[in-house]
């Protein structure tokens, strides 16, 4: 255990997957957590197995006044981190997934993060300090993403939303850091919520979660773990935008017919 902190992480979709190992990690660090999550009892199984103090707060993040709501209870609390984790994908031909799925997506891949990260972000600036790592994909570093169409144009916004403060934070000499992590697949409870399995091998959850934190404490703005994944990513910027799609597409297809 190192130093215990004064300052508080804050970790939405705490409850499973990349969340839960961003939660262990900064345990590890020496912070007392805020575990956000929908699901409580996972949120205190998890609360129990930490040598750290934690808070725990139940919020449905695809309602914008829940996220204020959840925001307003930690007024009084000094946040030095704030990861915005939650979120989810699904795969299939846009015509047959249902408007109400597709929706919830945005309100919480977009919508919420938007939110609060702004909400966030005003005391942290007031202060000049504090981290915001917004989860995103590398999905949202390529030019689209068929048969997960919604999914990738959501992980777009947030990487263009997150440079963009990012830069208007440096602009204006700020010490308040923004960031997004881009993986690519990750082992964790998404491939069953998304209907798909990966056609490319995963990271751990745990792998993705100590890189990222890691890449965030030096300031990293856009963080991809794994070189594989980086290299992917850099080939595609040479690469026609229309084939860029189509392979994407033929990824996407194997996820959907190789389960």
Same mark, same amino acid.
């Given at each position: 255990m190192k130093t215990k902190k004064t300052g508080y992480a804050v970790i939405t979709g705490a409850s499973s997957g990349i969340g839960a190992e961003f939660a262990k990690r900064l345990a590890k660090e020496g912070y007392p957590l805020v575990l956000v999550a929908r699901r409580r009892e996972r949120l205190e199984e998890l609360a129990d197995s930490l040598s750290t103090e934690c808070i725990i707060v139940t919020a449905d993040l695809s309602d914008m006044k829940e996220c204020e709501r959840f925001?307003?209870?930690?007024?009084g609390v000094d946040i030095e981190i704030f990861i915005n984790n939650a979120g989810f994908g699904f795969c299939g031909e846009t015509l047959n997934i249902d408007n109400a799925t597709e929706l919830n997506m945005i309100d919480v891949n977009v919508k919420a993060v938007h939110l609060l990260t702004k909400l966030i972000l005003r005391d942290m600036v007031e202060k000049n300090k504090g981290y915001?790592?917004? *989860?995103?994909?590398? %999905?949202?570093?390529? @030019?689209?993403? @068929?048969?997960?169409? &919604? +999914?990738? %144009?959501?992980?777009? +916004? *947030? &990487?263009?939303? &997150? $440079?963009?403060? %990012?830069?208007?934070? $440096?602009? $204006?000499g700020s010490k308040v850091y923004v960031g997004c992590l881009c993986p690519g697949p990750v082992d964790t409870e998404f491939n069953q919520v998304a209907n798909v399995k990966f056609s490319l091998k995963g990271i751990s959850a745990q792998f993705c979660a100590n890189d990222a934190i890691t890449q965030m404490f030096k300031k990293k703005v856009t963080i991809v773990p794994t070189f594989k994944m980086k290299l992917v990513v850099v080939l595609g910027r040479f690469i026609p935008e229309k084939w860029n799609i189509r392979i994407a597409a033929k990824q996407q297809w194997k996820k959907i017919y190789s389960k």
């Open positions: 925001v307003q209870e930690l007024s915001i790592l917004n *989860v995103a994909s590398s %999905a949202g570093l390529l @030019p689209a993403g @068929p048969y997960m169409s &919604t +999914y990738y %144009a959501t992980k777009a +916004y *947030v &990487t263009s939303f &997150t $440079r963009g403060v %990012a830069e208007e934070l $440096r602009q $204006r």
